[in-house]
Structure formats: C-alpha cells, structure tokens
C-alpha cells in the first residue's frame, strides 16, 4: 500500500476549514448586523445555525459512513459545502445567510465523520500516528484561530470572504479525492429510522446551544435550559438507531479516548476563552496585544503536532496521548494564579506549554479511536470523536462563563474557570489510564455482532 499524503494533505484542509467557520463569523457580527440592519441577538443565528446541525448529524452521518463510499461521500460533502458557502457569501439578507449556514453545518457534520476514517485509510499502519496528527492538528487550529482570521479578512475584504475563502479549498479538495481514491458507491438515501435520529439529536442540539448561548449574564439560568436536552438524548439512546454508537462504546479502548478528547477540548476552550478577558481587563492590554499573546497557544500546538505523531507510531498511541494531557494539564495548574503582577510573557510560556499539549495529544487520541474501533463502525468512530471534540468546545465557554460569573467578573472567578479547567484535565488523565498501552501492530482479534444485519464480523484491537 503506497502512502496518499496529498489526500492526508486534503483532509487537514478540509478539518481546518470546517472547524474555522464554527468561530470565524464571530468577530463579524458587527458588520453583519449594522449591513443588514437587524438586532444583535438576530445575528447569533449565524453561529448557532451552523452549529446546530453539526453536532446534531455527526452521529447519524457516521451510521450511514459505515455503508457508504468514502471517494463518493467525499466529493458530495465538499461539494455541498463549498455550495453553501457561495451561497452564504452571496447572501442578501440575514436569513438566507442562515439557511446557507445551516446548509453549510449540515455538510461539515458528515465531514467531520468521514475525515478519521480517510485519514486512517490513506497511509499504512505504521504511519497512522502521524497522518493523524497532521490532521488532528489542524482542527483545534482552526478552533483557535477563528476570531483572527475573522477580523483579518472582515477588516481587509469584508464579510462575505469569510466564505468564500472556502470555495477554492473545496474544489482543490474536491482534485486531490478524484486523482488519488478509488471510484466507489454513491451515499445510500437516508431512510426513516436517519430521520428520527436525527429529529431527536436535533432537539437535544437546539436545547443545548440555546442554552450555552444565554449562559452569559444570565447566571445559572442556561443551564436549567440546556438540561432540557436531557429527555431526547435518553430517547435516542434507547432507540434502534443509536445501536452502533452503543455496541463502539463496549469494545475495549474506545470510550476512553472519546471521553479525554471531550475534556480536552473543554479544557483548552475554557483558556481561550478568559485568556483575552484577563489581558485586555487586568493587564489592560489592546485587543491587539492581547490576540498576540494568545498566539503561543496556536503556535505551540503546531509545534508539537508532528512530534506528537511521530512519537504516537514509535512509542505508542496510548501512553503519548496520556503524555500529551499530562503536559496540557501541567500548563493549565500553571495558569491558576493569574497574577496582577504578571507581564504579557508570563502567560505567554504558559499557554504555549498548553499548547504544546494539545498538539502532542491530538494525533495519538485520534489514532486510538480509530484504530480499536472494527472497520463496519469506523465511521460511527469518527463521529464520536468528532462529536466529543465539538462538544467541549461548546460546553468550555459556557462553564467559564459560569465559574467567572459566581465571582462578580472578579480577577478570582477567571482562576477558578481556570481550575476547573484544570480537573477537566485530570478527569482525562484518570479516563486514559484504562486504555491498553497497545502500539499499532499488535493486533489481536475478536468476534462481535454487526449492529446493523447480525452478520458477524471482524474486531481488531491494537
């Protein structure tokens, strides 16, 4: 099997992409509301459209990849995006911008369960680690960079290239799938039972973004709103369509990493998120100094993004991701005191060795899901890692929020977000110690059922 690292190239690309506009439109608000003369609470439609259907189909999408062509499913997804984004860019009024959003997050929710099993596919076993880590990388770099392209390019061009950026990536994609995968079957037409998994995790959704949406200023109010998304949650649980997610979740090895990516991700979103507070209201720093700071996060998970790959195939997948929190968690206890006395560069190296974390830890969590899962759910496996990472980020903003608030929006209330960012870290770190020190190759094989025919089929463990 010969390496395809213009296709691991183009996943990344398409991960960077899709993540990016779950926080890219933020810092276009303003514009977007003053050009189309509507109110502000109007305008956070444009996130949260994009958001919804993203986390809501990421799971029925990965059931229906476990059936489908990936060449195939590729191209519609990235077509479909790159569609949504014209037309989003192109928008002449608030509410087509948040159908072509909603359009948008539809597509990025099946692109966020295809990508892992590509990513996995497109290099031999011995190179996993690393294709992963380039891809994984990506991601949480697109997260955390959003707000500075966003006002980048708003500043510079104006809004509507935020989306039409995407056009160009899309159709670059869209050639490197037709040069270097094989032709397959087109997606299968969703059926009845899709469509009730994904009415139910749309409502979970809607009911959670809400919530997380009003957590600012309105103390704990949110969350006895988001808490409604308790009941169609349990719904979807004990219905027929969430099997395959129930049968991944009791083979050996998966829900351990699962679990670490979520408070991962809520870890470092709780950073990002009163890092600027904290520069621009206690250091009284611009708003430019302070998105300058910020950038040893981003740069340090660059950094170690590759080192985290590599050492992922050469030293094992389980014990670099523990590594990698361990390192993040380290980074986050060192940010606790938020001194008032601190220079920009003390929270500078701090944040870099979270970063540094991170990006040591995403590659190899994302190869352990991926690898431990059996081939017939790889694409309910990525999903749930996808999930999960989009799910801390969410949560992460609200819960500092939250932890801030208790405080008055006291300098205290920021170090106790921070500390619970910290447990959050710890929790994964406690999560990881049950997964098998197991390096890829060593495979071993059992026999479980198909959740969808009862055909028996192949379980490998790594």
Not at 27 to 35: G, M, T
Not at 175 to 186: K, W
Not at 381 to 396: E, I, P, T, V
Not at 421 to 444: E, F, I, K, N, Y
Request: aromatic content about 8%; hydrophobic content about 55%; charged content about 10%.
């Amino acid at each position: 099997m010969k390496n395809r690292w213009w296709l691991v190239a183009g996943t990344a690309l398409v991960v960077f992409m899709a993540t990016l506009d779950t926080s890219v439109v933020a810092v276009a608000l303003p514009a977007l509301e003053r050009d189309f003369g509507v109110r502000t609470a109007a305008t956070e439609w444009v996130v949260l459209g994009y958001l919804l259907p993203l986390i809501a189909l990421t799971l029925p999408a990965g059931r229906l990849l476990d059936r489908a062509g990936p060449r195939s499913t590729l191209i519609v997804a990235v077509g479909g995006f790159t569609l949504a984004s014209l037309a989003a860019g192109a928008a002449p009024s608030l509410s087509v911008l948040v159908g072509a959003r909603i359009v948008q997050g539809a597509f990025a929710g099946v692109l966020f369960a295809l990508i892992p099993m590509i990513t996995t596919r497109a290099v031999r076993p011995a190179y996993v680690g690393r294709a992963s880590a380039l891809v994984m990388t990506f991601g949480p770099l697109g997260a955390v960079s959003g707000p500075a392209v966003g006002g980048l390019v708003t500043g510079t061009w104006g809004w509507p290239w935020i989306f039409y950026l995407n056009v160009p990536v899309g159709l670059l994609v869209i050639g490197i799938a037709l040069a270097q995968m094989p032709a397959d079957r087109l997606p299968r037409r969703p059926g009845r039972s899709f469509l009730t998994e994904t009415a139910l995790l749309t409502a979970a959704t809607a009911a959670l973004l809400i919530g997380l949406s009003l957590s600012a200023g309105h103390g704990l109010g949110w969350l006895a709103l988001a808490l409604l998304a308790v009941p169609p949650v349990l719904a979807w649980w004990r219905s027929e369509p969430s099997r395959p997610f129930r049968d991944l979740t009791r083979v050996p090895g998966v829900s351990a990493p699962v679990l670490a990516v979520l408070l991962n991700a809520l870890a470092i979103s709780m950073i990002e998120f009163l890092a600027p507070f904290y520069l621009q209201r206690v250091l009284s720093l611009s708003a430019a100094a302070a998105g300058a700071v910020i950038l040893a996060f981003p740069l340090g998970m660059v950094a170690a993004g590759p080192v985290g790959g590599l050492l992922g195939d050469r030293w094992g997948a389980a014990r670099t991701a523990f590594l990698g929190v361990l390192v993040t968690t380290a980074g986050t206890l060192l940010l606790i005191p938020l001194g008032a006395d601190w220079r920009p560069v003390d929270l500078a190296w701090r944040l870099a060795v979270a970063g540094i974390g991170t990006g040591i830890f995403a590659g190899p969590a994302f190869t352990l899901v991926m690898t431990q899962a059996p081939e017939t759910l790889s694409g309910t496996a990525g999903a749930a890692q996808s999930l999960a990472r989009q799910l801390g980020f969410s949560l992460g903003p609200a819960l500092a929020t939250t932890s801030w608030a208790v405080s008055g929006y006291a300098p205290s209330g920021m170090r106790a977000g921070l500390a619970v960012a910290a447990s959050a870290g710890l929790l994964a770190l406690l999560a990881l110690c049950r997964t098998g020190r197991r390096r890829p190759g060593d495979r071993s094989s059992r026999v479980a059922g198909d959740p969808d025919s009862g055909i028996a089929v192949r379980v490998t463990n790594y």
